[in-house]
């Protein structure tokens, strides 16, 4: 894979040193049976700009310190959708009681110990964001770590679980005659958060591919 990879990068340095347009290299390779994601990624590599041989770009790489941001970022994030939905769950048991799971201290703490998580999680999650958007303005190399794509597809896979596992217990709640005030909002609140987090960050990979 990495010899291909080499030799396709040659084959376009070549190309544009002999002057050829990137439409047409694109189609070649298309054509050859690459995919476009290959062939983007491959003519990416070389800037567009006006020079006697092809400009490379800065390639991404991966750092300690990308890794552990992109983590802290990451886990902040997870912290604050389980505990904001936790929060929500526990206010509609609250707010629809069922009489065989009377409200209780317990519920009480685990408001709190939800409510205390979202105060600090979700502040560091913002401030974190925001400082990851500035480096990557100024260096938008950095939007194609390794990390950080991996972590933002771990994401988007852990939403999509969430919708399926929403959608199955929906059904199952309408066959078995179990649809009450409750199971109807909680299965929204973990539907919309999940769709949230799920079209973000997709909006956010599409922003990539744009860039790239």
Not at 47 to 60: L, N, T
Not at 77 to 86: A, D, E, I, R
Not at 180 to 202: D, E, N, P, Q, S
Request: overall charge positive; hydrophobic content about 50%.
């Amino acid at each position: 894979m990495a010899s291909s990879t080499q030799d396709l990068e040659r084959f376009v340095r070549s190309s544009l040193l002999r002057g050829c347009s990137r439409q047409s290299i694109d189609k070649a390779l298309m054509d050859a049976g690459w995919t476009s994601e290959q062939v983007r990624g491959a003519i990416s590599n070389f800037a567009d700009v006006e020079f006697a041989v092809p400009v490379p770009r800065p390639r991404p790489y991966l750092s300690a310190r990308d890794a552990f941001v992109y983590l802290v970022l990451f886990t902040t994030l997870y912290l604050s959708v389980y505990h904001f939905g936790s929060l929500l769950f526990e206010l509609i048991n609250r707010n629809f009681p069922d009489a065989a799971s009377p409200y209780n201290n317990g519920v009480a703490r685990s408001i709190r110990w939800s409510v205390a998580s979202i105060i600090i999680a979700f502040p560091i999650f913002l401030w974190l964001t925001a400082r990851i958007r500035r480096e990557v303005s100024r260096q938008p190399v950095k939007r194609q770590s390794a990390v950080r794509r991996w972590l933002t597809y771990l994401t988007l896979f852990a939403a999509a679980v969430v919708l399926i596992c929403d959608l199955i217990t929906l059904v199952d709640g309408v066959l078995g005659g179990e649809i009450t005030v409750r199971f109807m909002l909680k299965i929204a609140v973990a539907a919309v958060i999940a769709c949230t987090v799920f079209g973000y960050y997709l909006w956010d990979l599409r922003a990539d591919e744009r860039v790239a």
